[in-house]
Structures are given as structure tokens and as C-alpha cells.
């Protein structure tokens, strides 16, 4: 029975859909009265917003810009470009005086306020289009989207540079339409004329040198080298710019009309110059005076003075010249190590340095003999005490030497030795080669008469590894040594049978009837010899100069595309008649023509006021809009609320009179 009641009473718990239906229904003229009065405020609000704002209506113009370095925000010629250029304080007085809007009673501070620019791209729903099937598309990764949304960014950032929207407000009607249109229209080709013919913005900056540069770089006062680099610089800053002149827009059309020349042809001109430029100094190292020579050390021609030997006897004064022929001798081997050392000539006697070496072999073999064999074998001396005196000596300073040497070989033996017994032997070398003339006070032991030098080279090779390169090694400084001892040796031979000659000079008639007739030659001999070493001497100078002269012209060039190679510098000969006179003449010409050529180029730019924008179209007006989005979200939402809460009263209050 209580289960029953139970079901009986469940159906009274369950929500009437058609009474709810019903019961909202019957609310529906309060509904309707509802919105009807919170539109009728709404317009009421609306209309009385519109009647106390000040009327306005808007017009504007779009513009493109047609200039390069846009989307960077340069002009043509570098300068910055801000959009807030167009509407510039002297654009706009320019305009308010040009369109006479004054007249209107606008004060220009308020004609200024209203206008304003904003970037404006009509590839904008494109480019919004091409990338919004990537974003929508489910199956598309994250960073696919991430890609595509970055992408999206750039491309409307970069669209946006390209296009501008003037506009101006005309608040309370201030100007008629026509003079409203005509002033966004203006506004842009005023901003254009400014920045063109005021600001420069199309005219290539470029720098030209002047002639009167070129000319002050070549003077007497400069060396040959100075005014090489300095006209080579110049040539070079010109070359550059009329390489940057003929990238301009519309370079490769002006021409100048003195020379009727192009840029392109200057250029051509220019290369043409370049390779008789690199061939003008052939044979400057061989006319001309240089002061400058080798980064090298070579002996001073003054070392072959004759004064230097006239206190000295006549057979030491043969030896001096000896010594000096090896030193012209390592000025030759020096300059022989350079490059093109072996092909290059003295300008002054043509004497190449193989030509010199033959010239000092036949000096020593032939001259220095023939002036040594009549002072020894008449004799013929200033002092005959000295002459003994000094042979002894030098043969005592030859034989220290050689005894050096010998023990210098042993040292070497006896390291092969304990290299190849492991380490074992002695270091004491033999008896012969551990002793030494004691009357000249040498000492009796090998160790003290070795350098540190000697023995640290003996260390180093035995630390080198390998045992057939050691061995190698220590042959051959072993072989070398026991060749400069042979030397030796055979020098203190040949002094002993100068000394022997000497004494036993004949002192008869005819003996001293020759040794007078010879000493009255004598004195002009050695002079005639000492010059000639010094003509050698200067030869190898001269030489080393022509040497470095070359390197200089060849290091100045080597940045051009002609450039030739060194030993082009050493002719005798040239095949190039034109001077640094005539090179400087024609580079002036050409840096004339250049400036001509950049001053026409700008002149034509100057008359192109359209060369930044384009119209996008006629000025227009701007739709008048009373009601904005806003007011009518506003307006729809309201009128849901007003509606709902509305019924939900009306159902309540019917609600609580039913139960009561």
C-alpha cells in the first residue's frame, strides 16, 4: 500500500515541458514591451551621443611606395624613412599654404591634428587567406602551425611598409569635400617634393674624387715610389667608384655630353688605363736613382778604400785583397737568393752576378798572384823583419783552427762509437787529436776546446731517432769537418813555401834592378785592384736596389687584376711609352667626366617627383557610420538580457500568485 502511494505521488515530482512552454509563451507581450523600451533608450542614447558629438567626416588617399629599401625603412639614398615623415610639420605648412586653407578660418595647428597616416596593405586578406588553410588544418603539426604563424607575421609586417592610408578628419565639416580631397592628395605629392628636392633622398651620395686630388699626389718633392703609391691609390678610389656609379638605377643612360661618354665606358677606359698603368715602371729599377735596397746586409763599397792598407806591408796588403774578394763574393750570394737575383743587371756596367763571380775567380787566380809572386820571390817588402813575423803568426792561428777541427771530428767518432757499442767508450779521442801546440797555448784535452754549441749539436742529433739518419748525420758533419781541416793544412803549407821564398830571395844586380822596377809599379797596382773591388762592390749595390725597386712596384700592383710579375720591372727594354705624367693627365680626365656623369645622374632624379610613391587610387570619403560595431553588440546583447530577465519575472510573479 505504501508502495503504491509511493507511485502515485512520483509523477506530481516531474517537470511539465509543455506547461513551462506554456507559461513562458504567456510572458511573451511583457517580453516584447520590455525590449521595445530598452531599445527605445538605447536609441535615445544613441541619438543624443550623435547630437552632441561634433560632426565629422573623413577622407583619405592611398599611396604605394615605389621606392627601393622600403621594407628596410631607408630611402634610395641610405636616410632613415619613418612613416610620420609624410605628415612632417614643414609638409604640412607647405600644404596649408599651397591649398589656401587659411581662407576656411582652420588655424593650422587644428588643420594638423587632424590628419594623420597609418600603414595600409591591400594584399592583406591574401596573404591572411594563403596561410589560414595551414592554421585551420587539424592534421597540421604544431610546429608546422608555429611556421606558418611566423611567416604569416613577416609577410603582413612587410606588406604594411609598402602602402600608407592618409587621412583627414574634417571635423565639423571645416573644409568643403573638394578641398578635403584635394589635401590628402596633396599632402602626398608635397611630402615627395620635399624629400626629393629639399632632403635628397633619391640623389646618389656617392663621393668622386676631384682632378685637383689626383694632381697634388705627383710632385718633385716625392719619390718615385711615393708618387706610384699615391697615384695608384687615386686610380683605385676612382676605379671603385665608377664601379658604384654604374650600379645606380638608371646609370647605364646618362651620358656626358663633353665626351659623350658613358659609365660604361669609363669603365672600359679605366680597365684599358689600368694595364698601361702596371707597365709604365718597367724600367724605372734601370733609369732611375734608387735609394732604397734589400732588407739584406751587404758590404759597404767604402771597405775598399786603398788608404785603409797603405800603412800595411805589400804581401799583407795581398791577403786584404783577398779577403775583400770574399767579401764581394757573399754580397753576390746573397743577392743570388732573392728572386730573379740571377737574371737581373747593373744598369750602369751591365755586369750580371754570374758576370761578377768569373770576374773575382780571375782576380784571385790571376791578378792577386801575379802581384804576390814578384813580392815573394825578389823579396820585396816595406820591412822584411815583419813579413816572417806575421806568416808565423797566421800559420799559428790556422793550426789552432785545424787542431779544432780534428778534435772536433774525433768527438763526433767517438759518439758513433758508444751509439753503436750502447752507450759505451770514452770520450777522450786520440792522442794526436787531444794535443795541440803548447808554445801557442792551446790546452792538452779534447773537452775544453769544445764549444756548447758543438756539443749540444752532437746531443741533438743522437736525439733525433732512427738509427740509419743518425749515422747519417754524424758522417756527414764528420765529412765536413775533415774538409775544412784539408783546407787548413793546405793554407799553413803554402804560407811555410811563402816564407821559404822569401828568405832565399836572390839580392844580386838583376834581382835588384827587377825588385826597383817592380816597386815603382807596385803602389799603382794595389790602387787599380782596390778600385776595381769597388766598382764590384757598387755593382752589387746597385743591383740589390734594382732588386728592391722591383719588389716595391710589384707589391703595389699585386691587388690588380693586370697584374704582372716581378722580373717585368728588371728590363733593360720597355715596350710602354706612357709616363706617370700621361697616367695622371687621363685620370684627371676621367675623375672629371665621373663627377659630370653623377651630377647629370642626380639632375635627372631631382625632376622625377613621383619616384617614391603612386596613387592606389582616386582621394575618396570615409563612410559615415552612426552606429560603430560596439553599439550594435551592445544593442543585441541588451536586448537578449532585457528579454530573458523579463519572462523570468513574469513567470516568477505568476508563479507565486498561483500558490497563493
Not at 79 to 84: A, G, K, M, S, V
Not at 122 to 128: A, G, H, L, N, T
Request: hydrophobic residues 40%; glycine residues 4%; negative net charge.
Amino acid at each position: 500500500m505504501e508502495a503504491d502511494n509511493k507511485h502515485s505521488d512520483y509523477p506530481n515530482d516531474e517537470i511539465d515541458l509543455k506547461q513551462l512552454v506554456l507559461a513562458a509563451w504567456a510572458t511573451r507581450v511583457k517580453v516584447i514591451l520590455s525590449c521595445l523600451v530598452f531599445a527605445a533608450l538605447f536609441f535615445g542614447y544613441l541619438f543624443f551621443k550623435v547630437a552632441n558629438t561634433p560632426t565629422s567626416t573623413s577622407y583619405y588617399q592611398l599611396i604605394g611606395f615605389t621606392f627601393k629599401n622600403i621594407e628596410e625603412g631607408r630611402y634610395p639614398n641610405g636616410d632613415t624613412f619613418r612613416l610620420e615623415d609624410i605628415i612632417a610639420p614643414s609638409v604640412l605648412n607647405a600644404v596649408y599654404d599651397d591649398l589656401d586653407i587659411q581662407k576656411t578660418g582652420l588655424s593650422l595647428n587644428d588643420f594638423s591634428s587632424q590628419l594623420h597616416v597609418y600603414p595600409y596593405s591591400p594584399e592583406r586578406d591574401f596573404i591572411v587567406q594563403k596561410y589560414l588553410a595551414v592554421l585551420n588544418d587539424t592534421n597540421a603539426d604544431d610546429v608546422t602551425k608555429a611556421e606558418a604563424r611566423l611567416n604569416l607575421n613577416s609577410e603582413l609586417n612587410t606588406a604594411l611598409k609598402r602602402s600608407a592610408r592618409i587621412i583627414f578628419d574634417n571635423k565639423k565639416s571645416a573644409l568643403p569635400d573638394e578641398l578635403a580631397l584635394e589635401t590628402v592628395s596633396q599632402v602626398a605629392k608635397t611630402w615627395a617634393q620635399q624629400a626629393i628636392f629639399v632632403r635628397g633622398v633619391t640623389k646618389s651620395d656617392l663621393a668622386i674624387i676631384a682632378p685637383e686630388v689626383i694632381s697634388s699626389g705627383i710632385g718633385s718633392k716625392n719619390s718615385t715610389l711615393t708618387q706610384l703609391s699615391s697615384l695608384w691609390s687615386h686610380f683605385t678610389t676612382l676605379k671603385n667608384q665608377i664601379n658604384n656609379l654604374t650600379s645606380q638605377p638608371s646609370a647605364t643612360t646618362v651620358v656626358d655630353e663633353n665626351s659623350n661618354l658613358g659609365v660604361q665606358d669609363l669603365q672600359v677606359l679605366m680597365n684599358n688605363l689600368e694595364v698601361q698603368f702596371v707597365k709604365t715602371p718597367a724600367m724605372w729599377s734601370y733609369e732611375q736613382t734608387n735609394a732604397l735596397s734589400l732588407n739584406k746586409s751587404l758590404y759597404s763599397p767604402r771597405l775598399f778604400d786603398i788608404s785603409l792598407v797603405e800603412d800595411l806591408d805589400y804581401l799583407i796588403a795581398v791577403d786584404v785583397l783577398g779577403q775583400r774578394i770574399d767579401l764581394v763574393r757573399q754580397n753576390i750570394e746573397g743577392l743570388y737568393s732573392e728572386q730573379f737575383g740571377g737574371i737581373v743587371t747593373d744598369p750602369v756596367t751591365g755586369l750580371a752576378l754570374s758576370d761578377l763571380q768569373r770576374l773575382l775567380t780571375d782576380m784571385e787566380q790571376y791578378s792577386l798572384q801575379q802581384m804576390r809572386a814578384p813580392l815573394l820571390q825578389l823579396g820585396i817588402s816595406k820591412d822584411p823583419s815583419r813579413v816572417p813575423l806575421y806568416y808565423n803568426f797566421r800559420i799559428s792561428q790556422l793550426q789552432r783552427e785545424a787542431d779544432s777541427l780534428k778534435q772536433q771530428v774525433a768527438a763526433i767518432q767517438n759518439a758513433e762509437k758508444r751509439y753503436v757499442n750502447g752507450g759505451t767508450g770514452s770520450i777522450g779521442g786520440s792522442a794526436e787529436g787531444g794535443q795541440s801546440n803548447s808554445a801557442l797555448g792551446q790546452t792538452t784535452t779534447l773537452i775544453p776546446q769544445l764549444g756548447d754549441a758543438f756539443l749540444d749539436k752532437i746531443i741533438s742529433m743522437s736525439e733525433k731517432g732512427g738509427d740509419t739518419a743518425y749515422r747519417q748525420d754524424l758522417n756527414k758533419d764528420t765529412i765536413t769537418l775533415e774538409r775544412s781541416a784539408i783546407e787548413l793544412e793546405k793554407q799553413i803549407s803554402e804560407i811555410r813555401q811563402y816564407i821559404n821564398l822569401f828568405e832565399k830571395a836572390p839580392n844580386d844586380a838583376q834581382s835588384k834592378k827587377l825588385r826597383n822596377s817592380y816597386l815603382e809599379k807596385i803602389d799603382q797596382v794595389f790602387l787599380t785592384t782596390f778600385d776595381r773591388l769597388k766598382v764590384y762592390a757598387e755593382v752589387t749595390q746597385r743591383i740589390s736596389n734594382r732588386l728592391r725597386l722591383a719588389q716595391e712596384i710589384t707589391k703595389t700592383f699585386s691587388g690588380s687584376p693586370y697584374a704582372i710579375s716581378g722580373d717585368y720591372y728588371l728590363q733593360n727594354v720597355s715596350d710602354s711609352s706612357v709616363s706617370m705624367v700621361d697616367i695622371k693627365a687621363e685620370l684627371m680626365r676621367y675623375a672629371e667626366i665621373a663627377r659630370n656623369l653623377r651630377d647629370k645622374l642626380n639632375m635627372e632624379r631631382y625632376g622625377v617627383v613621383n619616384d617614391l610613391y603612386r596613387y592606389l587610387g582616386e582621394p575618396s570619403q570615409g563612410k559615415v557610420q552612426l552606429i560603430s560595431k560596439r553599439d550594435i553588440l551592445v544593442l543585441v546583447v541588451g536586448l537578449i538580457l532585457v528579454g530573458l530577465f523579463s519572462m523570468l519575472i513574469t513567470m516568477i510573479v505568476r508563479a507565486i500568485k498561483a500558490k497563493s
